[in-house]
């Protein structure tokens, strides 16, 4: 029986130090890189930007004497089995890890997130069973994964208002590409064929049907912000109703939390909508780097927000569509 373990490639990350590694990746895990050597370039073929993978590392830093650990190395808390947690410090220190490819350059992956230590080695790839033959089909080179997550922040939005009819749009950065929602769909209920793909470079359609009227607007953030990972357009109702009353969007209020979303909403007058100038203008609006805003209020329009996922872009847009209804309360 052969035991032995082989060692296919390394992390390559901005994680230097055990103590700043997220105990998940969803606890702000970066962008990483895994080199895979050479000699296993063939075992890489099929592989493609935006499919979901399951990456095995072996945890080399980690105790292989540990059979019982505190949760989260917090020693307020009971011990359990290593088996019955996540912990690195485990009899084989392999470590489970869900990525989304976001390039492929040769033997090297990029990966949207990563929780491990920059030269952890790899062990193996395996693709998540949505990515597979016979799983739900959104369209060609549309990972199921990320067509639901699109779907469930729509279907959320809808739910509480933030969309009507088929008004709004939704997108998600895949690589070079972004996957938005085709002109007409009713965002409550996605379904396949509700989504096609684009070349955020170019500007030019590379899936199915005819995306989103404001594909430009989405286009824009996502060329000058590369970390922005999701954009969602809605129609707030009570934001649309403040700048209906008062010709603006102005959400100062004696609350300790608007002053804090307050900051994050730029707003810009009213402009037609579905134009490249429109596009034009949230991009400056959202800006770069530090100073970016991650909300835009477009005048009798709509608001658009960026940030890493679609659940958190919905999540900020409710928070600013509320204090809009305090606004009006009040």
């Known amino acids: 029986m052969d035991t032995t373990l082989t060692i296919l490639g390394h992390v390559r990350s901005p994680l230097k130090d055990i103590k700043d590694c997220p105990k998940q990746y969803s606890e702000?895990?970066?962008?990483?890189?895994?080199d895979i050597d050479p000699a296993f370039a063939p075992a890489l073929d099929s592989l493609s930007v935006g499919q979901d993978i399951l990456v095995f590392s072996w945890l080399h830093l980690s105790?292989?004497?540990?059979l019982k650990v505190h949760p989260r190395g917090d020693t307020?808390?009971?011990?359990?089995?290593?088996?019955?947690?996540?912990?690195?410090?485990?009899?084989?220190?392999?470590?489970?890890?869900?990525c989304r490819i976001l390039a492929l350059d040769g033997t090297r992956i990029t990966v949207d997130h990563l929780e491990?230590?920059?030269?952890?080695?790899?062990?193996?790839l395996k693709p998540?069973?949505?990515?597979?033959?016979?799983?739900?089909?959104?369209?060609?080179?549309?990972?199921?994964?990320?067509?639901?997550?699109l779907r469930d922040a729509c279907a959320a939005g809808w739910q509480r208002g933030l969309f009507s009819g088929f008004n709004g749009n939704a997108s998600a950065r895949l690589g070079d590409a972004m996957v938005i929602t085709r002109s007409g769909a009713p965002k409550g209920f996605l379904a396949p064929g509700s989504l096609t793909t684009m070349d955020i470079a170019s500007g030019t359609t590379t899936g199915p049907g005819q995306p989103s009227t404001e594909a430009a607007v989405h286009l824009e953030i996502y060329r000058r912000l590369p970390a922005a990972r999701a954009v969602l357009h809605t129609h707030p109702p009570n934001l649309l109703a403040l700048d209906v009353r008062t010709g603006g969007v102005d959400l100062t209020l004696p609350l300790f939390e608007a002053d804090f979303y307050k900051q994050k909403l730029?707003?810009?007058?009213?402009?037609?909508?579905?134009t490249p100038e429109l596009g034009q203008a949230v991009g400056q609006a959202v800006g770069q780097a530090a100073t970016t805003r991650q909300a835009v209020f477009m005048g009798h329009h709509g608001l658009v927000v960026h940030a890493?996922?679609?659940?958190?872009?919905?999540?900020?847009?409710?928070e600013l569509d509320a204090l809009a209804g305090i606004l009006l309360k009040a």
């Open 28 to 34: 702000g895990a970066p962008q990483a890189v895994i």
């Open 63 to 66: 105790s292989r004497t540990h």
């Open 76 to 98: 307020a808390q009971p011990q359990r089995g290593v088996f019955n947690t996540r912990s690195p410090d485990r009899p084989n220190p392999i470590g489970l890890h869900h």
């Open 116 to 124: 491990t230590l920059d030269g952890t080695p790899v062990v193996d």
């Open 128 to 149: 998540i069973a949505g990515e597979t033959r016979g799983a739900e089909n959104w369209g060609s080179g549309i990972p199921a994964a990320l067509a639901r997550e």
């Open 266 to 274: 730029a707003a810009l007058p009213p402009m037609q909508p579905g």
């Open 308 to 318: 890493a996922t679609p659940l958190e872009a919905l999540a900020l847009s409710e």
